[in-house]
């Protein structure tokens, strides 16, 4: 059975950080890419960054220079670190681990930026 959990969301104020979490079990973590995306209330699920098997990372432009992707093969985890938090990035934010045409998706987080 293939899970991938998610932690390290919550409230935080403008400017702040957070330590994103996908902890994935059932599959061989290192040969699947990982992306993150970012679903706001009202809005479509949007591609925040992405992280390849030998740890190539892409941004969208929202979040360049803020957000930073990671993993670590040996714990099965990928991280995303965010950074100058926003109120705009206040979203649900998913974790996929993608090979070829398997996809699976963590269960979301939440990201509150507010004062």
């Known amino acids: 059975q293939v899970q991938l959990v998610q932690s390290g969301g919550g409230l935080v104020q403008p400017g702040g950080s957070l330590r994103l979490s996908c902890t994935a079990s059932g599959i061989i973590f290192k040969t699947y890419a990982i992306e993150w995306y970012c679903q706001a209330p009202g809005k479509q699920r949007e591609l925040v960054a992405t992280?390849?098997?030998?740890?190539?990372?892409n941004y969208a432009d929202s979040v360049k220079g803020r957000f930073t992707a990671s993993r670590n093969n040996a714990e099965n985890t990928a991280y995303l670190q965010l950074n100058s938090l926003k109120p705009e990035d206040t979203a649900v934010y998913y974790c996929?681990?993608?090979?070829?045409?398997?996809?699976?998706w963590g269960q979301g987080t939440q990201v509150t930026v507010s004062s």
């Open positions: 992280i390849s098997t030998g740890g190539t990372t």
């Open positions: 996929k681990a993608k090979l070829f045409r398997t996809e699976y």
